[in-house]
């Protein structure tokens, strides 16, 4: 059975992964700190992951084969992700722009 690389508790994709399946838990598995890291343990072998698929379609792991991504299928699991900015005189233009696109 291969081994499921997990984010680490704190990340949206950890309570994705525990809402999808529901409470069974891998034989094995290995956590980390973000998608990048997921997405090169995955190429050197280590295990599977749950990605969301805009992390993976066009990475350049996913480019050059060494990683892949498969649909899931009959998830009916949402993620609402929310903005939240400070209430402040001036913020960075950046941020303001973030802000003001959604």
Do not use: N
């Amino acid at each position: 059975r291969e081994a499921l690389i997990a984010m680490r508790s704190g990340y949206v994709m950890h309570r994705y992964l525990h809402r999808l399946l529901e409470g069974r838990g891998p034989a094995l598995s290995y956590t980390t700190d973000g998608a990048e890291m997921g997405k090169l343990m995955v190429a050197e072998g280590l295990g599977a992951t749950v990605l969301p698929d805009f992390s993976v379609i066009g990475d350049p792991l996913e480019r050059c084969g060494a990683i892949t991504h498969r649909p899931l299928t009959d998830d009916t699991t949402r993620v609402l992700l929310m903005l939240r900015r400070r209430r402040a005189e001036s913020v960075p233009r950046a941020a303001h722009d973030l802000h003001e696109a959604f």
